[in-house]
C-alpha cells in the first residue's frame, strides 16, 4: 500500500526553524522525484522545493532559497525540508509530492504556522 506520510508542523516565531518530514512506503523514493508543495488559505498550491530521482539535484522557489532546504535519506525512504528564518508568509499547508512519469502521489498535509 502506498502512503507519504508528512510530519514536523506547528506553530514557530517569526525567525525560527523547523524541520518537515515526508515518509515514503510501498515505494522506492529515490526512484521519484520529490517536492514539496505548499498552500496559503486563499492562495493556489505553489511549488516550494524539489529534489530529482537518483542524481537529487535540487531547485527552490525564489521566495525560500537560501532559507529551505529539501534533502533526501534513501536508507529511511525519507525527504525533509529545512526551513530557517521562517516569515509569516511562510505559513500555509505543506505538502509532500513523488513523482515519476505519470504517476503521482500526495500526502495529506502539514501544517506550519509562523506567527508571535
Known amino acids: 500500500q502506498v502512503q507519504v506520510v508528512e510530519s514536523g508542523g506547528g506553530l514557530v516565531q517569526p525567525g525560527g526553524s523547523l524541520r518537515l518530514s515526508c515518509a515514503a512506503s510501498?515505494?522506492?523514493?529515490?526512484?521519484?522525484?520529490m517536492s514539496w508543495y505548499r498552500q496559503a488559505p486563499g492562495k493556489e498550491r505553489e511549488l516550494v522545493a524539489g529534489i530529482s530521482s537518483v542524481v537529487g539535484i535540487t531547485n527552490y522557489a525564489t521566495s525560500v532559497k537560501g532559507r529551505f532546504t529539501i534533502s533526501r535519506d534513501n536508507a529511511k525512504n525519507t525527504v525533509y525540508l529545512q526551513m530557517n528564518s521562517l516569515k509569516p508568509e511562510d505559513t500555509a499547508v505543506y505538502y509532500c509530492n513523488a513523482k515519476q512519469r505519470s504517476t503521482t502521489y500526495w500526502g495529506q498535509g502539514t501544517q506550519v504556522t509562523v506567527s508571535s
Open positions: 510501498g515505494f522506492t523514493l529515490s526512484s521519484y522525484a
